[in-house]
C-alpha cells in the first residue's frame, strides 16, 4: 500500500510538472506572429511585379532582376506604398511639387496660314516695252532688295534716256543755270521710270544709250507670283511680279457665333501649327475680328498676326488656334496625377523622399475644379507644397488594390480583393481590365480537323515572330508579319457556320489588323503593341477552336507596354520574353496552358 500510495503521489506530480510545463511553453509560443530580435515584427523583402517571391533578406528577384522591396507583416491597414529608385525608373513614376498657376477651358479653332497682304510688294512696269529676259521665272525663291529682276527695251525709255544725253550737254558746254536745270528735270524722269542713280551715273560716264534696261526689286521677300514672260509686251503698270514678305503671317480662323465672345482685338492667343506638335507654341495678336457673318453661315473670320522667324512656316499649313475663357488661378496638376473613381479622386504624395528602401507615397484624397486635357485645378486636399507623383498614379493606385486588397479612395479593404501576384488572377481590379479584357474567356466551338490544322500553322508561324521580337530584329519581325498574314488567308473560313464562324470572323480581323500594322513600321516599340493586339486574337482563336497535339504556353509579363502588362503564347514553359528581349528575357510567367 505505502508503495502504490508512493507511485501514485509521484505519477501526479509528474503529470503536473508536465502541465505546468505545457503552460509556460504556451506562453512562449511566438510561432503565430514572428518578432524579431527587438520585438517588431518581421521583415519580409518581395518583388513588387512578382509578389510570389518572398525573402527574410534583401536580394533581387529571381524573375526579372528587381529589388526586392521590404514589407512589414502588422495587423493594421498599411496606405503607403514604397518604391526603390529603380523601380520608380521602371514604372516611370515623376514626382514634382504641386504649382500655381492659371487655368481654364479651352476651344480649339481650325485656322490656315496666310501671307501678310500688309507685308506684300507688287512690282509692275514702269514703263511701256517688251520684256527681253526674266532673271527671276520660279515663284517661292526669296530675293533681296536690289536684286536685277527683268531686262525692257522700250522706246519712251530709249528717247527719255537721249534727251537726258542732251540737257547735260548743253548744261556742260552753255554753263547757264536753266540748262542745269533742264539736266536736272531730264534726271528726275529718268528715276521716275524706274532707273537707279548708279544706271544714271553710268549714262552721264558712257554718254552712251542703252537700249536693254535691267530694272531691280524695289524690296526683298519671297516670289509668290509671276505674271510676265520673256518677249511679252507690257504696258506701264502692269503686274511683273508679286512679292511676301514671310517673316510674318496671318492666322485666320473661323469663329462660330458661341466662341466670338471668347475673344477680341488685340488678344494674344497660342497657335499650334499641324506638323510641328512638338515644338513650342507660338503667340499670335489678334488684330481683325470681321463685323459681320460670312454669306449663308454663321460664321466669322478671325485674323490674327504671328512672327515666322526664318521663314520657318508656309503659307496654306493648317493650324490650332487656343481660346482660353474662364481662367482662374490656384493649384494645378497634370491630367495623369489624379485617380478618379467612383468615391471621389485622390493623387499620390511623396511622404518619405530619399529613405534608404526609397520614396514612401501615400494616397490623399482630394477635390477637383476646372479640367482641362492637360491640367485639372486641385480646390481641396492639398496646400501646395507637396510631392506629387506626377506620372505612373494609377500604377500606384494599382498597386494598392492588387497587393494589398486596399481601396486607396476610401482607405479601407475592398471585398473580394486580395492580394494577388498577377493581374488576371484578380479580375476586378481597375488594372485588369487593361490587358484586353484578359477575363473574358472565349466560347469553345466544335471545329473540323482540316480548320484545326491550318490554325496550327498561324500558331507555328506566330512562334518564329515571337522569336524575332525576343531577338529585337524589327526588320526580321516585319517579314514575318507579312508570312502571318499569308497563313491566315490559308485558314478556309467555310469549314465554320454559326456562332463559330461569326467568332472566328471577329478573331480573324484583329489579327489582320495587327499584323499589318507590324509590317508598316520597324519601330521596335510600335511593333510589339501590334504583337500584343495578334496574340490576344489568336489566343482566343486557340481557344474557340484549339490547336493539334501542341501544349500551348500563355505567358504573361505585368511590365510590358508600359506596364499595362500583355500576353503571348509559347510552344515552350520557359520564359522567353518578347516584350523586353535580352533587357529582361525571363520577366514573366505562365498563367495558362492550353492542351
Given at each position: 500500500m505505502l508503495v502504490l500510495n508512493a507511485a501514485c503521489q509521484s505519477g501526479e506530480k509528474t503529470d503536473n510538472d508536465q502541465a505546468d510545463s505545457a503552460a509556460v511553453a504556451a506562453s512562449d509560443d511566438h510561432s503565430g506572429h514572428n518578432h524579431g530580435p527587438d520585438g517588431a515584427e518581421k521583415i519580409t523583402y518581395t518583388c513588387p511585379m512578382h509578389p510570389q517571391i518572398v525573402q527574410d533578406k534583401p536580394g533581387s528577384c529571381p524573375i526579372c532582376g528587381m529589388d526586392l522591396v521590404p514589407v512589414a507583416k502588422t495587423g493594421e491597414i498599411a496606405t503607403e506604398i514604397m518604391l526603390s529608385e529603380s523601380q520608380m525608373q521602371l514604372a516611370n513614376v515623376m514626382v514634382q511639387p504641386v504649382a500655381s498657376g492659371n487655368i481654364g477651358n479651352s476651344t480649339v479653332l481650325n485656322a490656315r496660314l496666310a501671307a501678310d497682304q500688309q507685308q506684300t510688294d507688287v512690282i509692275s512696269s514702269r514703263v511701256v516695252g517688251r520684256i527681253e529676259r526674266l532673271y527671276v521665272k520660279e515663284t517661292g525663291q526669296p530675293i533681296r532688295k536690289g536684286q536685277v529682276l527683268y531686262e525692257i527695251y522700250s522706246e519712251p525709255l530709249l528717247t527719255q534716256q537721249q534727251e537726258y544725253?542732251?540737257?547735260?550737254?548743253?548744261?556742260?558746254?552753255?554753263?547757264?543755270?536753266?540748262?542745269?536745270?533742264?539736266?536736272?528735270?531730264?534726271?528726275?524722269?529718268?528715276?521716275?521710270?524706274?532707273?537707279?542713280?548708279?544706271?544714271?551715273?553710268?549714262?552721264?560716264?558712257?554718254?552712251?544709250?542703252?537700249?536693254?534696261?535691267?530694272?531691280?526689286?524695289?524690296?526683298?521677300?519671297?516670289?509668290?507670283?509671276?505674271?510676265?514672260?520673256?518677249?511679252?509686251?507690257?504696258?506701264?503698270?502692269?503686274?511683273?511680279?508679286?512679292?511676301?514678305?514671310?517673316?510674318?503671317?496671318?492666322?485666320?480662323?473661323?469663329?462660330?457665333?458661341?466662341?466670338?465672345?471668347?475673344?477680341?482685338?488685340?488678344?494674344?492667343?497660342?497657335?499650334?501649327?499641324?506638323?510641328?506638335?512638338?515644338?513650342?507654341?507660338?503667340?499670335?495678336?489678334?488684330?481683325?475680328?470681321?463685323?459681320?457673318?460670312?454669306?449663308?453661315?454663321?460664321?466669322?473670320?478671325?485674323?490674327?498676326?504671328?512672327?515666322?522667324?526664318?521663314?520657318?512656316?508656309?503659307?496654306?499649313?493648317?493650324?490650332?488656334?487656343?481660346?482660353?475663357?474662364?481662367?482662374?488661378?490656384?493649384?494645378?496638376?497634370?491630367?495623369?496625377?489624379?485617380?478618379?473613381?467612383?468615391?471621389?479622386?485622390?493623387?499620390?504624395?511623396?511622404?518619405?523622399?530619399?529613405?534608404?528602401?526609397?520614396?514612401?507615397?501615400?494616397?490623399?484624397?482630394?477635390?477637383?475644379?476646372?479640367?482641362?486635357?492637360?491640367?485639372?485645378?486641385?480646390?481641396?486636399?492639398?496646400?501646395?507644397?507637396?510631392?506629387?507623383?506626377?506620372?505612373?498614379?494609377?500604377?500606384?493606385?494599382?498597386?494598392?488594390?492588387?497587393?494589398?486588397?486596399?481601396?486607396?479612395?476610401?482607405?479601407?479593404?475592398?471585398?473580394?480583393?486580395?492580394?494577388?501576384?498577377?493581374?488576371?488572377?484578380?479580375?476586378?481590379?481597375?488594372?485588369?481590365?487593361?490587358?484586353a479584357n484578359a477575363a473574358t474567356i472565349p466560347k469553345s466551338h466544335k471545329a473540323p480537323h482540316t480548320f484545326i490544322k491550318q490554325l496550327t500553322i498561324v500558331y507555328e508561324t506566330s512562334l518564329k515572330l515571337t522569336e524575332a521580337l525576343i531577338g529585337a530584329n524589327s526588320e526580321q519581325a516585319k517579314t514575318l508579319a507579312g508570312g502571318g498574314g499569308k497563313a491566315l488567308a490559308g485558314v478556309d473560313m467555310m469549314l465554320l457556320s454559326g456562332a463559330a464562324h461569326t467568332d472566328w470572323m471577329t478573331y480573324l480581323n484583329t489579327m489582320n489588323a495587327a499584323l499589318k500594322a507590324l509590317n508598316m513600321t520597324t519601330d521596335l516599340e510600335k511593333q510589339r503593341t501590334a504583337y500584343a493586339q495578334f496574340e490576344e486574337g489568336l489566343y482566343r482563336s486557340i481557344k474557340a477552336f484549339g490547336v493539334t497535339d501542341k501544349p500551348v504556353y500563355r505567358q504573361f509579363c505585368p511590365m510590358a507596354l508600359n506596364n499595362k502588362g500583355s500576353y503571348w503564347l509559347s510552344d515552350k514553359k520557359p520564359i522567353r520574353n518578347p516584350y523586353f528581349g535580352d533587357q529582361m528575357l525571363t520577366c514573366g510567367e505562365t498563367k495558362e496552358v492550353i492542351p
Open positions: 544725253l542732251l540737257a547735260l550737254r548743253q548744261a556742260e558746254e552753255l554753263n547757264e543755270p536753266r540748262y542745269e536745270d533742264f539736266r536736272r528735270a531730264a534726271e528726275q524722269k529718268l528715276r521716275l521710270y524706274g532707273m537707279t542713280a548708279e544706271q544714271i551715273t553710268g549714262l552721264a560716264k558712257t554718254r552712251n544709250v542703252q537700249p536693254r534696261i535691267p530694272f531691280v526689286a524695289p524690296a526683298g521677300g519671297t516670289v509668290t507670283e509671276i505674271a510676265a514672260s520673256e518677249g511679252q509686251y507690257v504696258g506701264e503698270g502692269a503686274l511683273l511680279y508679286r512679292l511676301a514678305n514671310l517673316g510674318q503671317l496671318w492666322v485666320e480662323a473661323e469663329l462660330y457665333a458661341g466662341e466670338a465672345r471668347f475673344v477680341k482685338v488685340g488678344d494674344r492667343v497660342p497657335v499650334q501649327v499641324v506638323g510641328y506638335e512638338t515644338s513650342p507654341t507660338m503667340n499670335a495678336r489678334v488684330t481683325f475680328i470681321n463685323p459681320e457673318y460670312r454669306a449663308g453661315s454663321q460664321v466669322l473670320v478671325m485674323r490674327a498676326v504671328m512672327p515666322n522667324p526664318g521663314g520657318r512656316f508656309q503659307p496654306g499649313q493648317q493650324a490650332r488656334v487656343l481660346l482660353r475663357h474662364g481662367v482662374q488661378r490656384g493649384l494645378t496638376l497634370p491630367a495623369d496625377a489624379v485617380v478618379r473613381a467612383g468615391q471621389g479622386a485622390v493623387v499620390f504624395v511623396q511622404t518619405g523622399q530619399g529613405q534608404p528602401d526609397g520614396s514612401v507615397f501615400q494616397p490623399r484624397r482630394v477635390q477637383t475644379g476646372t479640367e482641362t486635357d492637360q491640367q485639372v485645378s486641385i480646390t481641396n486636399g492639398l496646400n501646395g507644397d507637396e510631392q506629387v507623383a506626377m506620372s505612373g498614379a494609377y500604377l500606384l493606385y494599382s498597386e494598392l488594390i492588387l497587393k494589398k486588397g486596399i481601396n486607396p479612395i476610401t482607405a479601407e479593404v475592398e471585398e473580394g480583393v486580395k492580394s494577388t501576384p498577377t493581374l488576371e488572377s484578380n479580375p476586378t481590379a481597375p488594372a485588369a481590365r487593361s490587358v
